[in-house]
């Protein structure tokens, strides 16, 4: 079955440093998401991606959070200058159409200290 | 802002039993339910969805119900087996948009021996 991977697993980084999350959607999907969630939160949406431009994005995804598609199969998650409260998973989706559930990656721990 | 609400934080059913794990939603501009199951470490599995034009959705063991007058739906899973064992999140999504999901709190489904 087609998988949304998410590299690394787990991210420990600095307060005030730079860190880029890492997915490969699954090959065949035209829209893309990052959602969060704070231990013991909701899953939170942060931003939607489609034909190579941010569709929608939440409050949460300030001039820090940055997203892209470089080549054909990668899209990223860039937080410029981290902050203690990003502290979270972050979790990568795909989906094909609005018809379907996206499918999500196993996610990324991301500490900052 | 709590567009979607699952009041149960846990819920505890015996194996063989039926288990309905609820969600309530304020926001009328909801087109599309979703329900998906999470374990630890891993990312949120697409369950099951159903239209706001349908009250019922049927797959195998799960059971999805719409009652968009109460803005209320439900998971009903028969028989509840050990694997069902996890987090449950509803999420809701709008009809315009790039198809962001407002997600639930989560309820915690034990199925007890």
């Known amino acids: 079955e087609p998988e949304v991977t998410q590299t690394p697993s787990h991210q420990v980084t600095q307060m005030g440093q730079e860190v880029i999350l890492r997915c490969v959607p699954i090959?065949?999907?035209?829209?893309f998401y990052w959602y969060r969630q704070i231990l013991g939160q909701k899953v939170e949406f942060l931003v939607s991606?489609?034909?190579?431009?941010?569709?929608?994005k939440s409050e949460i995804f300030d001039d820090q959070f940055s997203v892209e598609r470089p080549d054909g199969s990668n899209f990223t998650l860039k937080i410029r200058s981290t902050k203690l409260e990003d502290s979270a998973m972050y979790f990568c989706?795909?989906?094909?159409?609005?018809?379907?559930?996206?499918?999500f990656g196993s996610g990324t721990r991301l500490t900052v200290v | 802002d709590q567009q979607v609400k699952q009041n149960s934080p846990s819920l505890s059913v015996q194996e063989g039993r039926i288990s309905i794990l609820n969600c309530d939603y304020t926001?009328?501009?909801?087109?599309?339910f979703l329900w998906y199951k999470k374990y630890p470490a891993e990312g949120p599995t697409f369950l099951i969805s159903?239209?706001?034009?349908?009250d019922k959705n049927e797959d195998g063991r799960f059971t999805v119900f719409l009652n968009k007058s109460a803005k209320h739906l439900s998971l009903h899973i028969v028989p509840s087996q050990p694997g069902d064992s996890a987090v449950y999140f509803c999420?809701?999504?709008?009809?315009?948009?790039?198809?962001?999901?407002?997600f639930g709190q989560g309820t915690r489904l034990t199925i007890n021996p």
């Open positions: 989706a795909s989906s094909g159409d609005r018809n379907y559930g996206y499918t």
């Open positions: 090959s065949n999907h035209l829209y």
């Open positions: 991606f489609y034909n190579n431009e941010i569709s929608e």
């Open positions: 926001n009328s501009m909801f087109d599309y």
């Open positions: 159903i239209s706001s034009i349908k």
């Open positions: 999420a809701a999504r709008t009809i315009q948009g790039a198809q962001k999901l407002v």
